[in-house]
């Protein structure tokens, strides 16, 4: 039983052996915050991006280099314009061609509205007087015309009667003489001739009067019935074509009207993405490939088209003009604890590697208190450069600052502390040589060392592993 205890407390001597006996005293306690910031102007910079209203494509001709110190007026970036300088002839012509449509249109209805009266008034009027001739044909024309060729018809008869009574006269008046003389002879041929004549006007009369009757009158009652029917069809046509007319001229014009309204406005788009072909640098200054905003330099996407012969995509930023007049300022993006440790106005310092001998004063500006999409916190910080070193726009620099100061304070070691359901506890040395855990308060904690508001006193001996 003995040697069965002995190497059960075998493992726990040498545990105590092995133990760091630390004795509590009070002593500087400091936690610095060290992360990485990059060197972006604080304000006044120019996101370069094309923002057209209807061209779609944009072919670099010329770019500015990366980096490059620029003067007011130089060029930045300058697209290839010959096919929306063709687009815009052609659309500049149908402007043109549309203004002189719209006044021929807006011509065309004044003329149809003005005329429109007088041509309704004048297809009635036609309708009437068919109207009227055909019934006049009808109840008068047609029976004195029937008279009359009738008429005309006795007439030739009686004259052929006549004629042939009187050569019949002659004859008989000439026969008694038992010699008819020369002169005699004379009258007689030249009655005959007039029998003849009156026999062939006879016949022809009778022509007249047969085709007046069969053809010529019923042909001209047809005529003038159909006249009247025609001159009625087209009265009413007219009285719904005219208002339909004038109703479809409005349409078109307010559709020329439309027309015009956009071929205009695609003009304008046109001109305005014109002026987006060369982008010229605003004042002095640098210009950078990628955009800068929202704390952050981000030109990988940008390199993918910025080159001759490169197609930026519309409203998306692809590049930055940094004025002259620009300050420098760091902007940093951190994590969840060191955002935590941050306080308002905290100072600081700047390195950048490579020049560890420059320490540039930071100070704080502000800190956001809520996570970007990103899950990272943004703080902006301001700079002291030094006049003689000033470093370039998206450089890193280390920023250190001290964010907890305590100049006396009880530490230990992170690793003596032990968490238990009772809480935070370190094992304490007793004056009898033996140890026992004791809850203890936890402060800050920087690095391997934590701070301890209670639960330790100057003077006692802790163990360590």
Known sequence: MIRLTALYLAPALIAAAHAAEITVEPRP????????????????????????KSWPDFEILELAAHGRRVAK??????????????????????????????????????????????????????????????????????????????QAL??????????????KQLAKMYAADDLTESTEEIILTRQKDDVIAAEFALRIEALEHKRAIEVTLPREALTLAN?????????????????????????????????????????????????????????????????????????????????????????????TFVPAVAKLAWVAF????????????????????GREDIEIPVKLIQAAASPGPDGTYRADLSATFPKDFTPATGATAQIRMISYHQPAAISIPSKALAYDPKGWTVEVKLAD??????????????????????????????LAP
Request: proline share 5%; charged share 30%; aromatic share 4%.
């Open 154 to 167: 006795e007439r030739k008869k009686q004259m052929l009667s006549n004629q042939q009574e009187e050569l």
């Open 433 to 462: 040589g033996k140890s026992e855990r004791r809850p203890v308060k936890r402060g800050r904690v920087s690095k391997d060392d934590t701070e301890i508001l209670s639960g330790l006193e100057v003077g006692q001996v802790i």
């Open 334 to 353: 951190l994590d969840e604890a060191t955002a935590r440790s941050l306080k308002p106005e905290l100072t600081g310092t700047a390195t950048l590697a």
């Open 227 to 319: 006249s009247e029917r025609d001159s009625a069809l087209k009265l009413r046509k007219a009285q719904q074509d005219i208002p339909r007319s004038i109703a479809l001229h409005k349409l078109e014009l307010e559709t020329l009207k439309t027309a015009h309204l956009r071929e205009k406005e695609t003009l304008a788009n046109l001109e305005a993405d014109r002026a987006l072909f060369e982008i010229k640098a605003p004042a002095d200054g640098w210009f950078y490939h990628g955009p800068i905003e929202n704390g952050r330099w981000s030109p990988a996407e940008a390199l993918k088209f910025l080159f001759k012969g490169g197609r930026p995509p519309a409203s998306r930023p692809f590049a």
């Open 29 to 52: 306690f400091t936690v610095e915050i060290t992360f990485t910031a990059t060197a972006l102007p604080d304000k006044g910079c120019g996101l370069l991006q094309l923002e057209p």
């Open 73 to 150: 007026g130089d060029t930045l970036v300058r697209c290839d314009p010959e096919a929306i300088d063709r687009k815009l002839v052609d659309t500049r012509r149908g402007v043109a061609a549309a203004i002189l449509s719209l006044a021929q249109a807006e011509l065309d209805l004044k003329h149809l509205q003005e005329t429109a009266p007088h041509t309704l008034a004048a297809l009635g009027r036609a309708a009437e007087i068919a109207a009227e001739e055909n019934a006049y044909f009808v109840k008068t024309r047609l029976k004195a015309t029937e008279e009359a060729v009738a």
